[in-house]
């Protein structure tokens, strides 16, 4: 079992930039796959970027402007968010899947991060 906290939400104007974490703690090992979601109010969640061993992949609307990245020796997801949008706006969580991101199934979720961009 792992447990993620996410921080780093908050309010931003149009064109700023935040970066969100994620805390992993518990039995890390065997979580190969991480990802950031998100959801906007009266929207379905929408994946916005993996990250494993080996690769990346982003959702095409913040493909150049948000990056993953983990810090292994942290135990820490983060997702840096540039140039943001109010189309950004939504509660951001990362999850955890127990095998490669190419067939991940993301069992592990956080509570959240509310980000904002007006």
């Known amino acids: 079992h792992v447990q993620l906290v996410e921080s780093g939400g908050g309010s931003v104007q149009t064109g700023g930039s935040l970066r969100l974490s994620c805390a992993v703690a518990?039995?890390?090992?065997?979580?190969?796959?991480m990802g950031w979601f998100r959801q906007a109010q009266g929207k379905e969640r929408e994946k916005v970027a993996t990250i494993d061993s080996s690769a990346t992949t982003y959702a095409d609307s913040v493909k150049g402007r948000f990056t993953i990245s983990k810090d292994n020796s942290k135990n820490t997801l983060y997702l840096q968010m540039n140039s943001l949008t109010p189309e950004d706006t939504a509660m951001y969580y990362c999850?955890?899947?127990?095998?490669?991101?190419?067939?991940?199934?993301?069992?592990?979720w956080g509570q959240g991060t509310q980000v904002t961009v007006s």
């Open positions: 999850a955890a899947s127990p095998s490669w991101c190419y067939a991940a199934v993301f069992r592990s």
């Open positions: 518990g039995y890390t090992r065997g979580w190969y796959c």
